[in-house]
């Protein structure tokens, strides 16, 4: 079945940059995103991209994503304090009507000073 | 705009009652996603409704139920509570299908089952 993992923690010192790696099993996905949750709240979209694309840049966020090995990373550049939080990789299918996103367990970003 | 908004925001059961938690999507979206967040699991679909009709179910026991009404607004129901029901339950709305549109998360109700 449809599976997403990713790594549970990265803690990273402010300044550098970090990677979050996200592996997916649907070939047939569609769309990939990047949510984020910051404690005690919902999620909030920080980007997506469409299967068709390798790469995609916003402001300090870079996606870049290799099909062939179904991979998927999110680089935050000049990370901050404030980009402390629980990061999740998700998948969406164009080809099942209604279908929801399926989400990996997320991965903690830590970010020291 | 204001976003998606769910109530209660906390809410403290005991085994066996029933709960129904509401939610509200951005105005004009007419899809509705709910997810079960817990540690163990993480995100895990419940369902989605799209124009009054539940489009999509996921892997849970038919306690869990939902309905959307006219407005879009949602609601879910879980009966006979179990202590592995304590989750934060979040909801998310998009103007189209969940999976190939942006979907906006609430801030989710938290559900304690004692």
């Known amino acids: 079945g449809e599976d997403v993992e990713q790594s549970l923690f990265l803690s990273v010192r402010e300044g550098d940059s970090s990677v979050i790696n996200c592996t997916y099993t649907?070939?047939?996905?569609?769309?990939l995103y990047w949510y984020k949750q910051e404690p005690g709240a919902g999620l909030q979209l920080l980007t997506y991209i469409f299967s068709n694309m390798d790469m995609k840049q916003d402001q300090r966020l870079t996606v870049l994503l290799n099909k062939k090995d179904k991979h998927l990373s999110l680089r935050i550049a000049d990370t901050q304090t404030g980009d402390s939080a629980i990061y999740f990789c998700?998948?969406?299918?164009?080809?099942?009507?209604?279908?929801?996103?399926?989400f990996g367990k997320g991965t903690t970003l830590s970010v020291s000073s | 705009k204001a976003g998606v908004t769910q109530t209660p925001r906390y809410l403290i059961k005991t085994r066996g009652q029933q709960v129904t938690l509401s939610c509200s999507p951005i105005?004009?979206?007419?899809?509705v996603s709910w997810y079960q967040q817990t540690p163990g699991q993480g995100l895990q679909f419940l369902f989605e409704y799209f124009s009054e009709t539940q489009r999509n179910k996921g892997n849970f026991p038919g306690r869990f139920s939902g309905r959307q009404f006219s407005n879009s607004r949602s609601e879910m129901n879980v009966s006979t509570l179990e202590l592995g029901d304590s989750a934060l339950y979040l909801c998310a709305s998009s103007l189209g299908l969940a999976g190939i549109n942006e979907q906006f998360f609430g801030p989710g109700t938290r559900l304690t089952v004692l």
């Open positions: 998700a998948e969406g299918n164009l080809n099942q009507a209604g279908t929801a996103l399926i």
């Open positions: 649907d070939s047939s996905s569609t769309y």
């Open positions: 105005s004009g979206h007419r899809s």
